[in-house]
């Protein structure tokens, strides 16, 4: 029985990566996943790479070949709620594929024969990120101080609640307005954590989705992303996941 964390770009796995101990490589379905211990716990690392199907893919493989006992997606999200600003930290309660439209014969973005379009994340797992994301930033904002202050970021503020994804990377002004108007709870968007939660629903696994916003979804959203990845949500992630691995229990 494993913990699993997943992650759609390298950037968002490296600072975990490089602080597993005892390591060992599995390949499947041109995927690497790294087995090993992150703070005393049982843990498997992998890419899952970008988009709804590759995170659904690579959470099927979880749960079949590792016997994964809950699942965390961590990576970056583009911000959509005008309080979600870059820098915040967003855990998802709730997700929805934003894409996803079968209608007249379901309503829009509801999955097919689950009668839902909207999917909760574990309230203990998501809990436990809440009050390990607290914790973290408190710290983790002075030590990432100098990178914060050069991309302009100030203070980041922790969010729950809606996180919705679709296999666009969302960059202008018109669609990130379209997706406020259509769905104002929305916090932020990204492309693989309502792929996650369709699987993990279809086979009663815990999961849950934690995100750092790299942008505001917006015509600049590709600006200083990749260093805000690198320097910022990265290490960023990896000091909350571990914290929360501290903390414990977890799901049995």
């Known amino acids: 029985m494993t913990l699993a964390l997943m992650a759609a770009m390298p950037e968002e796995l490296a600072a975990l990566l490089a602080q597993l101990d005892s390591p060992t490589v599995h390949h499947h379905a041109g995927r690497a996943f790294h087995a090993g211990r992150l703070e005393g716990q049982d843990v498997v690392l992998v890419l899952s790479r970008i988009g709804k199907v590759a995170a659904a893919t690579t959470a099927t493989l979880l749960i079949e ?18 309080q979600a600003r870059v820098g915040d930290i967003v855990i998802a309660r709730e997700l929805l594929q934003h894409d996803l439209d079968v209608s007249p014969l379901f309503p829009r973005h509801e999955v097919p024969l689950t009668g839902r379009s909207r999917f909760p994340t574990d309230a203990e797992l998501s809990d436990g990120l809440q009050a390990a994301a607290a914790e973290a930033l408190a710290v983790e904002r002075l030590a990432l101080a100098a990178s914060l202050e050069a991309l302009g970021v100030s203070q980041p503020r922790l969010h729950e609640g809606l996180i919705v994804s679709g296999d666009r990377f969302v960059a202008t002004a018109a669609e990130s307005q379209a997706l406020r108007h259509e769905l104002p709870d ?10 996650l939660a369709q699987v993990c629903h279809d086979c009663d696994v815990p999961y849950a989705v934690i995100r750092s916003i790299s942008d505001r979804a917006d015509d600049a959203a590709h600006g200083d992303f990749l260093r805000y990845l690198a320097e910022v949500a990265a290490p960023m992630a990896a000091a ?6 501290r903390r414990g229990p977890l799901p049995v």
């Open 240 to 245: 909350i996941l571990r914290c929360w691995l």
């Open 186 to 195: 929305a916090l932020a968007v990204e492309m693989e954590g309502a792929a």
């Open 65 to 82: 070949r590792f016997k994964a006992r809950a699942i965390v997606f961590t990576g970056v999200a583009g911000g959509l709620h005008p």
